[in-house]
């Protein structure tokens, strides 16, 4: 994508649409590996801005130590709940993305 956002939907239909292009064929393959890849990108954005504000926390301060906490909470669910299922999915996936490009090779 460019510069501009781009919407979680859009940007999962750009995917979806490249994916096809590629030389993916079965419609539930390309749709999963789309909304892994748009949701895993989506995901990782919310990491980093929520590691950005908990490392501006101070925890000297005791407000700021218990909001420091649920942002490592929060952080917690999006690595081992949101971004790790789309990567354990994507890992099936991902061979077949292979196989298709290097038949471009």
Request: charge should be negative; charged fraction near 30%.
């Amino acid at each position: 994508m460019t510069g501009t956002k781009v919407s979680h939907v859009e940007h999962t239909r750009s995917i979806d649409a490249w994916l096809k292009k590629v030389g993916l064929r079965d419609e539930d393959t390309v749709a999963q590996a789309a909304v892994d890849l748009a949701d895993l990108l989506h995901a990782a954005a919310d990491v980093r801005d929520l590691l950005a504000q908990l490392m501006a926390k101070d925890l000297k301060n005791q407000k700021a130590a218990d909001e420091a906490l649920q942002l490592a909470a929060n952080i917690e669910v999006q690595l081992f709940t949101e971004l790790k299922g789309h990567l354990e999915s994507l890992q099936q996936i991902w061979p077949k993305v292979l196989q298709e490009l290097e038949r471009h090779t």
